[in-house]
């Protein structure tokens, strides 16, 4: 039986085509990253920054955004994945297919900040995938 799915890539190697993530995984991996992202707000609040000058000036919001900006940058940018994306098996790629660049990751992660942004749509795609030119794709 022969697989059509398959192709030589650019470096002469055989390959299988990305295929985009479902919508059903995508709203899985951001159940579970929410979920993990309130988990350790909860803990850098309660237990770290509680009794620190940080609370005393109201500054735990900045520490809230600087958590966030941490779990999906530092994730996205250094394995390509969030821990909802490893629990899916999905990881994000630019548009040819490849790792994306650090500019790419810094525009996903901050897109993010935008009002609504979980619900934008543009072209069927996320908008963070949109400013970003990138995608989420199955391994």
Sequence with gaps: ???????IDDKGTLAVPLVDADAG??????LIDIGIVIFLIVIFNKII???SI??????????DLAVIFAYFYGL??????????MITKTKVVN???KKPTTQQMLVRTFSRAI???PVLLIGGKWLH???????????
């Design 54 to 63: 940080f609370s005393f000036f109201g500054l735990l919001k900045i520490l």
């Design 76 to 85: 996205e940018n250094s394995v390509g994945q969030t821990v909802g994306k």
């Design 115 to 117: 009002p609504l942004e």
């Design 129 to 139: 995938d949109s400013l970003s030119q990138t995608r989420v794709v199955n391994q």
């Design 95 to 97: 548009l040819e297919g």
């Design 25 to 30: 995984k995508r709203f899985l991996n951001l």
């Design 49 to 51: 920054f509680h009794h």
């Design 1 to 7: 039986m022969e697989n059509t799915d398959l192709y």
